[in-house]
């Protein structure tokens, strides 16, 4: 593995894995807060990845198999209301819902097993982002939110 050094304001690090011959780049900001040079890193090729804590293992790769990728499916709204959710069809616990304002996007994404939430915070005009991970959807909106325009 060879590490890159350069000069990407915020970033705590950037990295290359070897995977299936190619290299890509992992920037991984400072808690969770990607700036345009993150993105542009991204742009180049790399996945942005939101920061582990020390004692959080790497998840390893899938398997590689012919799989289909699926999509989240509409959840069925109540009578005469429109469908605010997604959810993942084949586990209705995992669910995912986006609200926005004028200036910020809240991504709202449900635990594999529904217990529990991921926010991600997207500044509309630079896309910068931060993202919380916790027990309520409310929690980790505020988090995420106010970390996202903590100078």
């Given at each position: 593995?060879?590490?890159?050094?350069?000069?990407l304001a915020?970033?705590?690090a950037a990295k290359c894995r070897q995977d299936v011959g190619a290299t890509r780049n992992t920037a991984r900001g400072v808690s969770g807060r990607l700036d345009p040079?993150?993105?542009k890193l991204a742009a180049a090729g790399g996945p942005l990845e939101a920061p582990r804590s020390q004692n959080e293992p790497v998840p390893s790769p899938p398997p590689r198999r012919r799989s289909r990728w699926t999509s989240f499916v509409a959840d069925e709204p109540a009578p005469g209301k429109v469908a605010r959710g997604l959810h993942e069809a084949s586990n209705p616990r995992h669910r995912l819902r986006v609200e926005h304002d004028?200036?910020?996007l809240l991504i709202?994404?449900?635990h594999e097993d529904g217990d529990g939430w991921t926010t991600i915070a997207v500044d509309r005009a630079t896309r910068r982002l931060a993202t919380a991970s916790g027990t309520t959807q409310a929690d980790t909106a505020r988090r995420a939110h106010e970390d996202l325009y903590r100078a």
């Open positions: 593995m060879d590490v890159v050094k350069g000069d915020g970033l705590r040079e993150a993105g004028d200036r910020t709202h994404l449900a």
